[in-house]
C-alpha cells in the first residue's frame, strides 16, 4: 500500500485515515486517481476536484467501515468496494459491527489493490453471471458457514474477523499463515481464474504449471483431508493446501502474489534499503527503488522482495514474535508466481490501451 499526503497540508496519511491530524481537514478517498483528498467541513458535501466535480462519502462512511468517495451526482451511494457487497452482518449486534470494520478495512485493500492493476472490478448488479459479490455471514445454530468462492460470489464467515477464533482455525488446520485479507486475496484468485484464464489463451501454460483442473475437485480434496500434502510439496507449492487441486494451487500462488505486490509497494514508498552490515552477498541486499506495480519482469520484483523478507523477519524475531514471513519460494512456485504477473501485466495493458484510445 502506497503512503498518502494530505492535499491541503501535506503531512503523511495512511489508507484508512480519515482525518489529517495535522491540519484537521476530514479526507477520503477518490477511486479515479487513487489519491486520499483533503475535504471541507461538511463531510458528506465535501469535496470537488479541478473539473467542479463534486464529491462525498460512500453510504457506508456513516458505520465507520469505508473513507472512499463517490460523485454527488448520477452515481450509487456506494463506492465500489462497498457496492460488492450483498450480505453484510447484523448491525445491531455491537460485536458484528467490529466485524464488519475489521472485514471492510481487509477487503478495501484488495479492491485497491485490484484496481491498481487495472483488473475489471464490477458487481452482479452490473452483470448478474460475471460480477463479483460478498456475503459476511455469521455462524448460526443450524448451519455452519465456511468462507468460499462460488461463480462470483466470495462468503466469508465474520468470525474470521476475531483473533482468537481465527487463530484457532490456524493451528487446527496447520497454517503458517491465515489473516482476513489472505482470506480475500485467497478467494478473489477463484474469481479471476474464472475471468482471466478458464477458455481462454492462458489456460495451456496454466495446465503445464498447476495440472489439469479438470480432475474432479471433490475427489481432490477428499484425499487431501485424508492423506494431508506430499512429503515433498514444498518442492513445488506455495503452501500444503496447494496441493489439493490445481485450483487451489492457483488461487493460494495468487494470494501469495498479491501478498508481495502490496508489501512491497509498501516498501517502495518507505524508501526501504536492505544493506546488511556483514555481509554483500546480493541476495542478502535490495534498495526498493521500482512500484512493483509498474514493473514488467517478475524477477525483478522477486530480487528485491528476497531481501526483504530477511529482513522483516529478523525484525520480528526481535520483537518476540513468530515470522511475518514464513514461506520458501522454490522454482517451480517462482514460475507460477511469474505467470501470474505476466497475465496481470499483460490484463493491465490491455486495460491502459483501451483507456488511451
Not at 38 to 49: L, P, R, T
Request: with cysteine; charged share 20%; glycine share 4%.
Amino acid at each position: 500500500m502506497k503512503l498518502f499526503t494530505c492535499t491541503h497540508c501535506g503531512e503523511i496519511l495512511y489508507f484508512e485515515n480519515t482525518r489529517c491530524a495535522h491540519c484537521g481537514y476530514v479526507t477520503g478517498i477518490v477511486e479515479e486517481n487513487n489519491q486520499l483528498s483533503a475535504m471541507s467541513a461538511n463531510i458528506y458535501w465535501a469535496f470537488a476536484d479541478n473539473n467542479n466535480n463534486g464529491y462525498k462519502y460512500c453510504y457506508n462512511h456513516r458505520f465507520d467501515v469505508c473513507n472512499w468517495l463517490v460523485p454527488v451526482f448520477g452515481g450509487s451511494i456506494f463506492c465500489t468496494a462497498c457496492e460488492l457487497n450483498r450480505v453484510i452482518p447484523n448491525l445491531q449486534q455491537q460485536q458484528y459491527r467490529e466485524y464488519w470494520q475489521i472485514i471492510e478495512r481487509a477487503k478495501h485493500r484488495l479492491i485497491y489493490s485490484l484496481l491498481i492493476m487495472k483488473l475489471p472490478v464490477f458487481s452482479k448488479k452490473q452483470d448478474a453471471k460475471k460480477g463479483l459479490c460478498f456475503d459476511f455471514v455469521a455462524n448460526d445454530r443450524n448451519k455452519k458457514i465456511f468462507t468460499g468462492h462460488e461463480d462470483g460470489l466470495i462468503t466469508l464467515n465474520i468470525a474470521e474477523a476475531d483473533d482468537i477464533e481465527r487463530e484457532m482455525a490456524r493451528k487446527n488446520m496447520h497454517e503458517p499463515y491465515r489473516t482476513v485479507l489472505g482470506h480475500f486475496r485467497h478467494e478473489v484468485g477463484h474469481y479471476y481464474w474464472d475471468l482471466l484464464i478458464d477458455n481462454s489463451t492462458n489456460i495451456n501454460e496454466y495446465r503445464k504449471l498447476f495440472g489439469d483442473e479438470r480432475q474432479d475437485y471433490s475427489t481432490a480434496l477428499k484425499k487431501h483431508y485424508a492423506n494431508g500434502a506430499p512429503l515433498n510439496w514444498t518442492d513445488n507449492y506455495i503452501s500444503a493446501y496447494a496441493t489439493s487441486h490445481p485450483w487451489e494451487d492457483w488461487a493460494e500462488t495468487w494470494a501469495h502474489y498479491l501478498h508481495i505486490m502490496d508489501t512491497l509497494e509498501t516498501a517502495y514508498y518507505f524508501g526501504v534499503n536492505v544493506n546488511p552490515l556483514h555481509t554483500k552477498k546480493a541476495t542478502m541486499q535490495t534498495h526498493v527503488q521500482n512500484d512493483p506495480y509498474k514493473e514488467q519482469f517478475f524477477q525483478n520484483i522477486f530480487n528485491q522482495w528476497l531481501p526483504l523478507t530477511y529482513a522483516i523477519n529478523s525484525l520480528n524475531r526481535s520483537m518476540g514474535v513468530s515470522d511475518i514471513y514464513p514461506f520458501v519460494i522454490a522454482p517451480a512456485v517462482m514460475q507460477k508466481l511469474s505467470f501470474i504477473h505476466t497475465v496481470c501485466y499483460n490484463q493491465k495493458q490491455k486495460a491502459l490501451q483501451k483507456q488511451s484510445s
